[in-house]
Each structure stands twice: as structure tokens, then as C-alpha cells.
């Protein structure tokens, strides 16, 4: 008797397992029955948006980078001040930065109308980051669903666990690496740049002080960024091709013609430099490798099964 009940309760223990497990898992199906058409929906806001200011597409990959590395893919980055909640959106490397905001409030609102709480802010993001790269010429992949959202933010965890424009090769190894990302994710997710720009306040002390850099590159970059004035002024990080997801960035960096000093580091005499190469050299790898690790970043800590709430919402805890 004992030890029917004894296997029976192991069989339970093993059931309750699976769930847990299986509850666990991110999955590309996750709204296959549940919303169908969330994809879809989600894809034709993004494309819209690009299409209406192309610059769009590298600040919503950002913003799912932004979002992952702070506790986790759970849309906490979205979330505004309240008085439990301390907006990540104020954080140093997000203030006056991160963008798109708007873009996923109405991505969300068109699959709410769809199927109301059905679908996380989380994993708009996830799917909005892939649907811009593929917009721009750069690679897709199949993005794993079944995020769930915070309920809450942390400002200071924003603060030391985003790269900032001034930080070593160590510091940003360290970073990616305690996330669970190798060098070579952290070069392949840095070569996103190549569609994006930077504020003047973030490349002024380089343009105008730096030793590894291209005077040429220097002198031209100092016409937008004169040295005491015009800090939000913007300009490409990719001076060559800004507006095609290429291998470009790659090559600006051995040329020493890396915008902020974070991108020159990549290519500086140091571990990173032979990556550098590679993808300068085989913009098919690059690509490839860039899914790649958009897909490991989107792994990170996400909440599933019972753990945090859809928000209604993007913005709101509620």
C-alpha cells in the first residue's frame, strides 16, 4: 500500500514538473490559437512606422535590448513613474535616448482590438525588433513567444546593467557576459549600429580628443557637433550606408572610424578584433550571427506561465 502510494505521488510530483516546465518554455506557437493574427497585426504597425521615419528600426531593436537586459524580456522599460514604480525610462542611457515608444503603445492597442488581453507588451517587443531588421535589409528569425509582463521597473538597475557610450571592452565583455551572452553576441548585437545614430553629447569628447581615430572622420563629424553647443544634434553611426542593415559598421571600425568610443573598442587591439574582421569580411555571418544572438537576448529571464500579468496597456501596471 505505501508503496503504491509512494509511486503515485511521484507520479503527481512528475506531472506538477512538466506543467511547470512546459509553462516555462517560450514557444514560436504560443498564439496560434489564442491570436492567430497577432503576428500580422504587430508586423503592419512596425512597417508603418518605419516606413514613416526609417530611423525607427534601429531604435526599436534597441529598445528590446534595452528591455531584456534589465530583469529580464518583460517589457519593464515601458513602463512609466508611478508610485510604486521608478521608470526606466529615466535612466542615463535611456533619457532623451530610447524611442518607440509610441510605436508599441500602438502596436499593442491594434491586437488588443484583435484579442484583448491576449498578447504581452514583452513579446511585442520581441516580434517589433525582428519585423524592423527585416524591414531594413537585415536578417529574420523566428521569435519565441509566451512572455509575460513586470508589474514593476528599476531605475537603477537600468543604470548598471545598460552599456553606456563611454564603457572599455571589459566593461561591455562583463556586461553581455553576466547575461549570458558571449563576445561574439555582443559584437554581432553591436553591429545593429550600422542603421543607427547618436546624439552629439555622445561623440563629442571622441571626435574632438580621440588618438584612434580617423582625422578625416573626425574633421567631418565636428561639422554637426561643434564643441560647446548642439548636444541632441544627431548623426549616423554608420557614416557609409546609414540606412541599410550591412557589414559597413564592421568595416568603419578597422578603418578607426567608429563614432563612440564603446564601437572603436570592438576593433582596438584586442580579443574582439578578429570577430571585427570576420564580419567585415562575410556579411552573411554577420547576419546569421546577429539572429542568433537576438535570440539568446530575447531568452533572457523572460516571466511565463503564472509569473507577472499582459498588460492592458504598455505603459501602465494595471
Known amino acids: 500500500m505505501t508503496t503504491t502510494v509512494s509511486k503515485t505521488a511521484a507520479i503527481v510530483a512528475m506531472m506538477l514538473l512538466l506543467s511547470i516546465t512546459c509553462q516555462a518554455q517560450l514557444s514560436?506557437?504560443?498564439?496560434?490559437?489564442?491570436?492567430?493574427?497577432?503576428?500580422?497585426?504587430?508586423?503592419?504597425?512596425?512597417?508603418?512606422?518605419?516606413?514613416?521615419?526609417?530611423?525607427?528600426?534601429?531604435?526599436?531593436?534597441?529598445?528590446?535590448?534595452?528591455d531584456c537586459f534589465v530583469q529580464g524580456?518583460?517589457?519593464?522599460?515601458?513602463?512609466?513613474?508611478?508610485?510604486?514604480?521608478?521608470?526606466?525610462?529615466?535612466?542615463?542611457?535611456?533619457?532623451?535616448?530610447?524611442?518607440?515608444?509610441?510605436?508599441?503603445?500602438k502596436a499593442k492597442a491594434e491586437v488588443e482590438k484583435v484579442c484583448p488581453g491576449v498578447v504581452s507588451c514583452a513579446d511585442i517587443?520581441?516580434?517589433?525588433?525582428?519585423d524592423a531588421s527585416e524591414y531594413v535589409g537585415g536578417p529574420t528569425w523566428t521569435v519565441k513567444l509566451g512572455r509575460r509582463d513586470s508589474t514593476t521597473a528599476s531605475r537603477s538597475l537600468a543604470e548598471s546593467n545598460l552599456p553606456r557610450f563611454t564603457d572599455s571592452l571589459e566593461?561591455?565583455?562583463?556586461?553581455?557576459?553576466?547575461?549570458?551572452?558571449?563576445?561574439?553576441d555582443m559584437v554581432a548585437l553591436s553591429g545593429s549600429h550600422t542603421i543607427g545614430q547618436a546624439q552629439c553629447l555622445t561623440f563629442r569628447d571622441r571626435i574632438?580628443?580621440?588618438?584612434?581615430?580617423?582625422?578625416?572622420?573626425?574633421?567631418?563629424?565636428?561639422?554637426?557637433?561643434?564643441?560647446?553647443?548642439?548636444?541632441?544634434?544627431?548623426?549616423?553611426l554608420d557614416l557609409v550606408t546609414?540606412?541599410?542593415?550591412?557589414?559597413?559598421?564592421?568595416?568603419?571600425?578597422?578603418?578607426?572610424?567608429?563614432?563612440?568610443?564603446?564601437?572603436?573598442?570592438?576593433?582596438?587591439?584586442?580579443?574582439?578584433?578578429?570577430?571585427?574582421?570576420?564580419?567585415?569580411?562575410n556579411q552573411d555571418t554577420f547576419k546569421s550571427d546577429f539572429a542568433t544572438a537576438m535570440i539568446k537576448m530575447g531568452d533572457i529571464d523572460p516571466l511565463t506561465g503564472s509569473s507577472g500579468i499582459i498588460r492592458s496597456v504598455c505603459s501602465a501596471a494595471v
Open 242 to 281: 546609414p540606412n541599410s542593415f550591412d557589414n559597413n559598421y564592421f568595416k568603419n571600425l578597422i578603418q578607426k572610424k567608429g563614432l563612440l568610443q564603446s564601437d572603436q573598442v570592438l576593433f582596438s587591439g584586442t580579443s574582439t578584433d578578429s570577430i571585427v574582421s570576420e564580419y567585415s569580411n
Open 28 to 66: 514560436s506557437t504560443f498564439y496560434a490559437n489564442s491570436c492567430p493574427n497577432a503576428l500580422s497585426t504587430i508586423r503592419t504597425t512596425i512597417r508603418s512606422a518605419i516606413a514613416s521615419e526609417r530611423r525607427m528600426a534601429a531604435s526599436l531593436i534597441r529598445l528590446h535590448f534595452h
Open 208 to 236: 574632438y580628443n580621440a588618438s584612434d581615430i580617423d582625422a578625416g572622420f573626425a574633421s567631418t563629424r565636428r561639422r554637426g557637433c561643434p564643441a560647446n553647443q548642439g548636444d541632441s544634434n544627431l548623426a549616423p
Open 171 to 184: 566593461r561591455l565583455t562583463s556586461l553581455f557576459g553576466s547575461k549570458g551572452l558571449s563576445a561574439r
Open 73 to 105: 524580456c518583460d517589457a519593464s522599460i515601458l513602463l512609466d513613474e508611478a508610485p510604486s514604480i521608478s521608470s526606466e525610462k529615466t535612466a542615463v542611457q535611456n533619457n532623451n535616448s530610447a524611442r518607440g515608444y509610441n510605436v508599441i503603445d
Open 125 to 130: 517587443l520581441a516580434v517589433a525588433a525582428r
